[in-house]
C-alpha cells in the first residue's frame, strides 16, 4: 500500500522528500563525526560531487583535504581533528598507540605526534602530523566496535610503548594506561604476548610485572643487587622506625651514614599516597635522617643517574668509597 501511496506522489514532492533524506543522513554523518566527513561517505549518503561543489562554495561547508570535508566554517575540535586524519589516511586507517589512548580518555601525556596504524596491504595516504604505522596482521577484535576507527586500550598500550621515543616513555604509557582505568594489568599482558622480538619487550615485561606486584618498590634483592653492581655498600632492609604516631618501615636504610632511599612504586602518584609519603618522610628527617625518593619506573629505565646521587650522598657523609687497588695491596702485606 505505500508503494501505490508513492506512485501517486507527484514528482515535485518525490525530489523533496529525497532530498530531505539526504539532508537528514548528511547531518546525521557530520554529527556523529565530529563536523567531519569523507567524500565516499557523502556520495554513499546520496550527494553528487556538484551537491559537495555547491556547498563548499556556498561557504556553508569547508574542505579539510583532499578527501574530506567538514560542516564547521571555525577550527575544529581534537576529535574532529583525528577523524580528519583517520579518513585521509585510508578506509582502513584507525587511531593506534598514545593517539588512540588518548581518544579513549588519557590524560596527561604529552604526544605531539599523531599515530595512525593501516594493514600492510592497506595503501595508505599520507598526512600532516601523523606517522602512519603498517601492521602486519589486523584481528577482526583489535578495533573497538563503533565510533572513531581506533585500537583497542590494551593493543594502543603496547604498541605505543614499542613506539616511544625512550624507555621511560614506553615504561609511563603502560603505567599511566592503567592508573588512569584504561585497561587491566591481565590485557596488557596478552597483548604482549603477540609481541615475540623487540629490544624493549624484556623492559615491558618487567613493568608489567611491577604493575601486576603492586610495585611496592622495586623489590628489596633488586635494589641490593643494583647497590652491589655500582659498588656501594649494602643497606640494611626493611628498617623498623618510630614515629609521632607509630611505627613504619624504610625499603633501605644507610645507618651508619643517616641516609635513607624510598622506592616510588607505581600507586604514589596517587593522592592519599603522596599524603602518606609526604608524612613519613617528614617524620624521618625530623630525625635528622636524609631521604632520597626513587620511583620505581627510573630504576627500570635510567638507574645510573640514581645510583649517582645515592654515592654522593653516601660521600658526603662519610663513606670513602670502595677500597683502591693500592689500599687493596698494602692490607695484604
Known sequence: MGSDWEGRRKPGEVARAARAERARLTRQLFADQYGVASRRQLYAAGLSRWDVRAEVK?????????????????????????????????????????????????????????HVSMPKSGRPRSWPGARIHETRRRRPGDLTGAGLPRTRPAIAAVRGALWAVSDRQAALVLVMAVQQRLVKVDALTTAMDDVKRHRRRPLLLTVLRDLRDGAESLGELDFARLCRDAGLPEPDRQVLHDRPHGKAFVDAEWTEYGLIVEIDGIHHAEAPALIADALRQNDLTNNRSTVLRIPVLALRTEPARFVTQIRTALLARGWRGPATSEEVEQTSH
Open 58 to 114: 556556498a561557504g556553508r561547508w569547508r574542505l579539510t583535504g583532499p578527501q574530506t570535508v567538514s560542516s564547521k566554517t571555525g577550527t575544529l575540535d581534537q576529535r574532529g581533528l583525528w577523524w580528519t586524519a583517520v579518513l585521509e589516511v585510508g578506509s582502513q586507517a584507525a587511531l593506534d598507540g598514545v593517539t588512540a589512548l588518548q581518544a579513549a580518555g588519557l590524560k596527561g601525556f604529552d604526544e605531539p605526534v599523531l
